[in-house]
């Protein structure tokens, strides 16, 4: 059976902030390089993932790396 993981990327500067971030590429801060791997464990412990797909920002494409499978990058599915 197919399965769609959805992940949400790590915290940013400006998530500890609340400024809304939209298509400002804000990196990953510490925190939120901790909350990639720690999610990216996780995924790949328990679920054999073929094909992973992340918007091209780097805070989400750097979430999406350690999930398991090549990340596919696509500005279409950016946040609007």
Not at 35 to 53: C, K, M, N, P, S
Request: proline content about 1%; some cysteine; hydrophobic content about 40%.
């Amino acid at each position: 059976m197919a399965r769609l993981i959805l992940v949400r990327h790590g915290e940013t500067d400006w998530n500890v902030l609340g400024r809304a971030q939209g298509q400002m590429d804000q990196p990953l801060n510490e925190r939120g390089l901790a909350q990639a791997d720690l999610v990216g464990r996780y995924i790949r412990d328990h679920f054999d993932v073929q094909t992973t797909w992340s918007s091209d920002l780097t805070r989400c494409a750097r979430t999406a790396q350690g999930l398991g499978a090549e990340v596919q990058l696509s500005k279409t599915i950016r946040e609007i």
